[in-house]
């Protein structure tokens, strides 16, 4: 890390905050605690560069001043912002930003308004019994899931910067203290609609919607429609969200109504991991003890989700309620379909389909179920695809220690793969593209992450992100970072 003295044009945002203009009573203007040592121990170089941010300029102690929330840059409003929610199924009328504070906006290199946040920065009028911190584990891990989900394809909030404050922070233990800088196209969340409709605060939640239409669906803008369009539009890309999840084997964990983002972004990484072998029932977080958020719940519940924003909107779809409620109820219960349509056009791909037949659902949903019960690794399984598709079979039948259901089905897709004039190699190649050889592994996750808090080493830390940052390319050489997590330790907990 390199520290620019002096440099008085160092850190320049250049921020243009329309949360804060627009949507006052939306927010409280808050202030982040003072960290007493901060230290920059991750700076996401290639995304600040996305920003439009110096990135040498933001490797400094400067940068760890600004990103810990010691120092506000010119131009930054920082604010808490108000939000609702139901957790679990039960509602919360007050939640809000209770441990982060939004520094701004800025626009990005490719035109896009991006939400700059610390998380971790201290207690603020949302925090009810909460401290307000962030522990420096559970930062880095929402940094490097983010960043892997990003180069999987699949939209995510990102990370810019992790700082460790140099206090400690109480849970079960003393632990040190960290602050996480996240960009995300928007933090607004189906419980900031929630907050205001439980208030019975129709005006804004016209406002939030008009913004929320201004900011991240400009094409609704006039359309006489435009609130049901805009339900239709979060219901689309939730379903394209959730069935990329679905593709990857990723379990957020607490698909609460504040953790689903309009923009159609994953956000708030916590309990969150990848599966290992393939499960529907998977559940890795120690509160969800009903298997509410498991693997295949995951459709369910973000139309459950989209059910509550459709309820916030009723008054605006239409003033008769009937009429409201019948048109709303139309949208949300073509989630399913929207969500299948989503799925089946990412599995073609992962099967090795470049044509588009009407069994193509069943021949998919028959591999994940010859998987099933048989411990057979979901990424591996979809990886050695791609050889099966060349002649070789071995990798693929060694996953299951009777192949027999394997068999069966690879006759089906051999039948299907020669109804289409594609070369084999080319064939395997365009599979490997889509079917990931690295996800973040839950043993790997936490090797990194104890060598990082524990002994303040983060060399595995960058190894993995590097590794994860290209989770398409074989990396031979990091050819164990692939595999599964060994006999034994399969039963992972998150907290
Ligand atoms: P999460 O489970 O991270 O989605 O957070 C749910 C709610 O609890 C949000 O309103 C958070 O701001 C709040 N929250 C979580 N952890 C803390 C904390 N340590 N201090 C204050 N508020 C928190
Ligand atoms: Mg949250």
Redesign the pocket.
Same mark, same amino acid.
């Given at each position: 890390m390199t520290y620019v003295p002096n440099n008085p044009t160092a850190a320049v945002f250049a921020f243009d905050n329309t949360y804060a203009r627009e949507l006052e009573g939306f927010y409280v203007p808050w202030k982040a605690a003072q960290a007493a040592q901060p230290r920059l121990v991750l700076l996401n170089r290639e995304l600040a560069e996305e920003l439009g941010l110096d990135a040498d300029a933001l490797d400094s102690e400067e940068g760890a001043r600004i990103f810990v929330g010691n120092e506000t840059p010119e131009g930054s409003l920082p604010l808490a912002q108000a939000y609702a929610g139901h957790q679990f199924g039960g509602f919360v009328p007050q939640? @809000? /930003? &209770? !441990?982060?504070l939004l520094l701004g906006e800025v626009i990005d290199q490719k035109g896009r308004r991006r939400d700059i946040q610390l998380k971790g920065s201290g207690?603020t009028p949302?925090?009810?019994a @909460? /401290? &307000? !911190?962030a522990a420096l584990g559970p930062v880095l891990r929402e940094y490097l899931i983010g960043e892997a989900m990003h180069a999987l394809g699949i939209p995510t909030t990102r990370a810019l910067a992790a700082v460790v404050t140099g206090e400690p922070v109480y849970r079960e233990t003393a632990l040190p203290g960290a602050v996480l800088t996240r960009v995300a196209a928007s933090h607004i969340r189906v419980g900031t609609f929630q907050f205001f409709a439980a208030r019975g605060d129709q005006a804004k939640v016209r406002r939030l919607a008009d913004y929320v239409i201004d900011r991240h669906y400009p094409e609704l803008k006039g359309h006489a429609d435009r609130y049901l369009r805009l339900l239709e539009r979060v219901r689309d890309v939730q379903a394209a969200l959730i069935a990329g999840w679905m593709h990857v084997g990723f379990i957020h964990g607490?698909m609460n109504t504040?953790?689903m983002a309009i923009s159609g972004e994953t956000i708030?990484y916590?309990p969150c991991a990848f599966m290992d072998h393939y499960d529907p029932a998977t559940v890795f977080s120690s509160i969800d003890t009903l298997g509410r958020y498991a693997y295949a719940n995951q459709p369910r519940i973000a139309q459950w989700n989209l059910a509550r924003l459709a309820e916030t909107l009723l008054p605006l779809i239409d003033a008769d309620q009937n009429r409201a409620i019948a048109r709303a109820s139309e949208v949300v219960n073509a989630f399913p379909e929207q969500y299948g349509r989503q799925w089946l056009k990412g599995m073609r791909p992962k099967l090795g389909l470049a044509s588009e037949e009407e069994a193509d659902f069943n021949l998919a949903t028959g591999f994940l179920n010859s998987m099933e019960g048989k411990k057979v690794d979901y990424t591996l399984a979809f990886r050695y695809l791609a050889d099966a598709a060349l002649g070789q079979e071995e990798p693929i039948r060694a996953q299951f220690a009777d192949a027999s259901a394997y068999d069966l089905w690879s006759g089906h897709w051999r039948a299907r793969l020669s109804r289409e004039s594609v070369a084999p190699l080319e064939r395997a190649q365009a599979m490997r593209r889509v079917n990931p050889a690295f996800i973040p592994r839950n043993h790997r996750v936490e090797q990194a992450l104890s060598a990082a808090v524990e002994r303040g080493d983060y060399a595995p830390f960058r190894t993995l992100l590097n590794i994860l940052s290209r989770p398409f390319d074989g990396q031979p050489e990091f050819a164990d970072f692939g595999q599964p997590t060994p006999e034994g330790q399969e039963r992972y907990q998150t907290f």
């Open positions: 939640l @809000g /930003d &209770g !441990r982060a207690s949302f925090s009810r @909460g /401290d &307000g !911190r607490v504040d953790n708030d916590g």
